[in-house]
């Protein structure tokens, strides 16, 4: 091996130890936190790939099947529209409410593990007294690293969703006024 792939292995597992070392301090709700972060992520992940990729070639789609109709002012030709901006609504949306709950949930593990750490100080109080602080540093940073996680988590997820779903909005107003303009 090289220096450079030895130093490059060397700060991995320096990385790994102190996610870990952290992860450990937080306590259970952490990984909990984690666990949430992690879908939430995947799903808005899921949803830029979306717009980028596979929803132009669905808009290009319903655009040139609705130039090709005889008649676009016809009734049945709106009610096949509307059955096509519904299924493209759809199309659009999904998943935005599940990233909207899964934002939601954090801030309230956060709490959780506020909860917990704070019994865990109580317990190390209710044997040792107070008279020792550092026996209760691991319950008070059980107490803090979830609460701060699931904010971080919780703001940054609500940023994400937000944007998602502007531009879920922009792109369905998009698609709508371009089945219209051929009547």
Known sequence: MTE????QANLAEQWWQS?????????P?????AIV????????????LFLALIFPNTHQSLVSRWQTRDNPASWASRVIRDGW????HVLLFRHLNLI???????PMLGLLGTVTGMITVFDVIAMDGTSEPR??????????LPTLAGMVIALTG???HARLFKACERREASLSKALRSQQ
């Open 158 to 160: 609500m940023f994400a």
């Open 100 to 106: 909207k709950g899964l934002v939601v949930i954090c």
């Open 85 to 88: 901006l519904f299924d493209a």
């Open 29 to 33: 709700i952490l990984w909990g936190l």
């Open 4 to 7: 450079i792939t030895v130093y």
């Open 37 to 48: 972060a992690g879908v939430c992520w995947l799903l808005v992940a899921e949803r830029i």
């Open 19 to 27: 996610l870990l070392g952290f992860m450990t301090q937080g306590g």
């Open 135 to 144: 026996s209760m540093a691991a319950g008070i940073s059980m107490a803090t």
